[in-house]
């Protein structure tokens, strides 16, 4: 059973005795209440704003606030730039997900052996994990720009490079290559663990029944490591559904909307067009895609995820 | 004596170790190159950046860069803001979280398994989404520009509520018999915690502690909404400030704040990697 599961189950992995009063009851509240609290007024409460909000048209420079029903849904229907950012935050989840999981599986796999040096790898796959966003992003800045280090690279092979953040076909995949290297070492360090607690016997006991090693890899390690894949899944689509940084330091949004990501048009028009209504009405539309997106993986599980409950 | 076929399978293995070696030093390369190069390049002068062929190491080796990180802005204050709301970030988080999840684990109160629910669903709510109401209400304080929000947000807000689920995982799954004899010894219950279960939680601790810091060393959305003035601002933000200072390039004092803020973070990681990566991986996060 994943960890996650046995929480949104209420709990059910300790053990069932008949619930008693707890002696400590007002203790075990006082205990939850400083975050409790905390993620009511600053998740919970704001969220109902948002939606509140959504419904207004709202400039926060004139002070005029005036509700406006479901107008600002129907404007976003109609707004080019929102259908382009909606399929730019989608693509990019896509990009991010199925890349992140690939390599983080895959260097878990090599990695998960006797070997002499699988540390210092790991501790280099690792690394960008600890390093800042903003120090990562303006980094690939400039190594991704036209004469950066990346097409001389390709010079010296001979092949001319694109513009990489600036052509409408490479700006969306060089920012999915950014983000995943910043963060797939902590999904590898998560794989090597479920990958660990894979019993060696198993695969060899495949082995000796003439399995095949990519035969065994998809009939046993990844069976056995599905939880991990559930709630890496999960976790790396919320995180990329809600990117910003790269976004902001290295395209701008650009060219067009290719990259201009929901978080990023909301942060714009709130905060550069001062819309607060509308740039609500963006919040609302992300949040219910992150909410769709995680109870889809969520509720197919059971398809898949055969190691649990 | 050895035999032809075991000596044959003998070299086939060691093809297959140099070949994973020689993938392993290849897919590195993204991973370190950046790194590296940002290092490195915040040592060349500014028209060195772009010089091709592209070289790792600089022609000529200079400080110019470093120098101006501290003359264009207030760089040593900035490093002091990032560094103070880190740790009071880090403690809070360690033991607010460390309450809480000791409580979703341990005792059994009134709407135990509603809040947490709500707590893990609020996860799904972005920073960005609620950005705007959070926004005006800081206003509202008159707290805009100041440390606030920046210290409040990462501390109680819905990104906390990992910490209290690896804490709740790590008390589900820790023996309760240290905690069942203090009990019996008379210790209250709030005793037992302080005294006996938090000292023992060290690897979540360390997770958690690890987490929090990062998250907050690193911060930069939150910083470009609330701050303002180059004195208040945190290193992220001041990064991104060193672009076109004074209409020139700055390109390698960019790179050097950048190394400025990332060297140190990394020695501490590369020192205490095994608890880093152990400590993540070993609690309650895994399957």
């Not at chain 2, 995982?169 to 018999?177: A, G, K, N, R, Y």
Request: charged share 10%; aromatic share 12%; proline share 6%.
């Amino acid at each position: 059973m994943t960890a996650l599961a046995s929480a949104a189950e209420g709990g059910r992995a300790a053990p069932r005795r008949r619930p008693r009063p707890d002696r400590d009851r007002w203790l075990g509240a006082a205990f939850v209440a400083p975050q409790a609290l905390g993620v009511i007024v600053l998740g919970v409460v704001p969220f109902f704003f948002v939606i509140w909000y959504s419904f207004n048209e709202w400039r926060p420079l004139t002070g005029q606030m005036e509700f406006i029903g479901l107008e600002n849904y129907s404007r976003l229907i109609a707004d080019p730039t929102f259908s382009a950012s909606v399929l730019a935050s989608l693509l990019f989840s896509a990009g991010v997900l199925v890349l992140n999981l690939v390599i983080a599986i895959g260097l878990a796999v090599l990695l998960n052996r006797r070997m002499k040096g699988t540390t210092a790898f790991r501790t280099i796959f690792f690394s960008p994990v600890v390093v800042s966003v903003v120090a990562w992003s303006v980094t690939w800045g400039f190594l991704l720009a036209p004469n950066g280090g990346i097409n001389g690279a390709l010079d010296l092979l001979g092949v001319t490079g694109p513009n990489w953040l600036a052509d409408p076909s490479t700006a969306l995949i060089s920012l999915v290559v950014v983000q995943v290297f910043k963060g797939v070492g902590m999904n590898m360090v998560l794989f090597l663990a479920a990958l660990q607690s894979v019993p060696e016997e198993i695969r060899e006991a495949a082995q000796l029944d003439g399995a095949s090693p990519s035969k065994s890899f998809w009939s046993i390690t990844v069976p056995m490591i599905a939880p991990t894949i559930l709630l890496t899944g999960i976790l790396t689509t919320i995180g990329s559904l809600e990117v910003f940084a790269p976004v902001q330091l290295l395209t701008g949004g650009g060219p067009g909307d290719s990259t201009n990501v929901l978080p990023f048009f909301l942060y714009r028009t709130a905060f550069i067009s001062q819309q607060f209504g509308y740039a609500s009405a963006i919040g609302v539309v992300l949040f219910a895609i992150i909410l769709a997106l995680t109870m889809l993986q969520w509720t197919t599980r059971r398809k898949w995820v055969h190691d649990e409950v | 004596m050895r035999s032809d076929a075991s000596r044959a399978a003998r070299s086939r293995s060691r093809a297959t170790t140099v070949t994973l070696y020689v993938l392993l030093v290849v897919v590195s390369v993204p991973f370190l190159y950046p790194t590296l190069w940002m290092f490195f390049s915040s040592f060349k002068p500014a028209n060195e950046i772009f010089l091709q062929p592209p070289a790792l190491l600089p022609r000529e080796w200079t400080l110019d860069g470093f120098a101006q990180v501290f003359t264009a802005q207030p760089f040593v204050q900035q490093y002091g803001n990032s560094m103070y709301i880190a740790a009071i970030v880090t403690a809070a988080s360690i033991l607010l979280s460390a309450m809480a999840g000791y409580a979703f684990a341990r005792i059994r109160f009134p709407l135990r398994n509603a809040v947490f629910t709500l707590m893990l669903a609020a996860m799904m709510v972005p920073t960005e989404v609620t950005i705007i109401p959070i926004f005006t209400a800081v206003n509202a304080m008159g707290l805009n520009d100041t440390h606030w929000p920046l210290i409040i947000l990462p501390i109680f807000g819905p990104t906390a509520v990992v910490s209290v689920f690896i804490f709740r995982q790590h008390f589900l799954s820790f023996p309760t018999e240290y905690e069942e004899a203090a009990r019996l010894d008379g210790v209250s219950r709030a005793g037992v915690f302080f005294r006996i279960a938090l000292p023992l939680a060290k690897p979540a601790i360390a997770a958690v502690g690890i987490m929090a810091f990062l998250r907050s060393f690193n911060m930069y959305f939150e910083a470009l909404i609330f701050l303002r003035t180059p004195e208040n601002f945190t290193l992220g933000l001041a990064i991104t400030r060193y672009q076109d200072f004074y209409g020139e390039q700055m390109w390698n004092t960019q790179l050097g704040a950048a190394s400025l803020t990332v060297v140190p973070i990394l020695v501490v990681f590369l020192i205490a990697q095994k608890q880093f990566v152990q400590g993540l991986a070993q609690t309650g996060l895994k399957g």
